[in-house]
Nanobody
Framework: QVHLAESGGGLVQAGGSLSLSCAAS????????MAWFRQAPGEEREFVAATTWDGSIFYSQSVKGRFTISRDNAKNSVYLQMNSLKSEDTAVYYC???????????????WGQGTQVTVSS
């Protein structure tokens, strides 16, 4: 089993920045891929960004150029730096992990509890 614990998030004005962190514990061999997803009220959960153990990075088109994903393998942690935030970025952000890269929610076996990000306009 893998336990994912997110931190960060909160309330910020449009144009501002926030940083999220996610620390993995347990069977970390299953965290070759760590990703961020988000879910806005009434919407489906969607892919935001992902990074592999060897440093490959993938972004959704909606956040590319504004968000930066990074990871620290020694700390089994992944981070999401969010800049130039927009009201449409308001959502619960989830950390996810698994062994293969994918943009699909169903591809990830392990999930954090989620952290709220609210961007006021």
């Amino acid at each position: 089993q893998v336990h994912l614990a997110e931190s960060g998030g909160g309330l910020v004005q449009a144009g501002g920045s926030l940083s999220l962190s996610c620390a993995a514990s347990g069977r970390t061999a299953s965290t070759a891929v760590m990703a961020w997803f988000r879910q806005a009220p009434g919407e489906e959960r969607e892919f935001v960004a992902a990074t592999t153990w060897d440093g490959s990075i993938f972004y959704s088109q909606s956040v590319k150029g504004r968000f930066t994903i990074s990871r620290d393998n020694a700390k089994n942690s992944v981070y999401l730096q969010m800049n130039s935030l927009k009201s449409e970025d308001t959502a619960v952000y989830y950390c996810a992990a698994d062994t293969s890269i994918s943009r699909r929610v169903s591809a990830y076996a392990y999930w954090g509890q989620g952290t709220q990000v609210t961007v006021s306009s």
